[in-house]
C-alpha cells in the first residue's frame, strides 16, 4: 500500500548570507539536506518544525514565510510513500549551538549527522541530495537572482 510522507523543512540563512545544510546517514545512504522532516500524526506543520529543529540543532526558530511545496511526484528513496515536502524561510530565535563541520559527510564517530554553512554566492543544486531540496534551492537562486537586478 502507498502513502503520503509529508515532510517539512527550514531554510535558514544567517547574517553572513550563509545556508544551514545537514549531511545525514540513513539507510545505508548518505546524503545532504535541509534540517527538518517527517510530520507526526495530530501535528501541524509550523509546529513540526519547530520540533525537528530542537531534536536536530536543538534550535528554536521562528518561522518567517512559506517558501515552496512540491508540485510533482516524488517517491521516497527509503519506502513506497510519496513525498510531499513544505519548505519554510526560518530564522534563529536564539543563538545556535551546533558544532558546524566545512567538509561534506564529516561525521563525529558516534554521530551520523552534521551540519554545514553554504554561502549563498557559492550554492548550487549540487549541495543536496534529493530532487525537492534541489528544487528549493534553484527557486532560492532564482530569487537571489532577481533581487541583483
Request: hydrophobic fraction near 40%.
Amino acid at each position: 500500500m502507498s502513502y503520503f510522507n509529508v515532510r517539512v523543512y527550514g531554510l535558514l540563512i544567517n547574517s553572513a548570507n550563509q545556508l544551514l545544510v545537514s549531511d545525514e546517514q540513513s539507510g545505508g545512504r548518505s546524503f545532504s539536506k535541509f534540517p527538518g522532516g517527517g510530520v507526526e500524526y495530530g501535528e501541524g506543520l509550523i509546529d513540526a518544525l519547530k520540533r525537528e529543529f530542537m531534536e536536530e540543532c536543538e534550535a528554536e526558530i521562528d518561522v518567517i514565510s512559506h517558501f515552496y511545496t512540491t508540485d510533482f511526484f516524488e517517491k521516497s528513496s527509503f519506502n513506497d510513500s510519496q513525498i510531499i515536502s513544505i519548505y519554510y524561510l526560518v530564522r534563529e530565535a536564539g543563538p545556535l549551538k551546533l558544532k558546524y563541520k566545512t567538509r561534506v559527510f564529516d561525521f563525529d564517530p558516534d554521530t551520523v549527522q552534521s551540519f554545514r554553512w553554504i554561502g549563498l554566492d557559492e550554492l548550487s543544486e549540487d549541495d543536496v541530495t534529493f530532487r525537492t531540496d534541489k528544487t528549493a534551492v534553484s527557486l532560492l537562486l532564482s530569487l537571489i537572482a532577481e533581487g541583483a537586478d
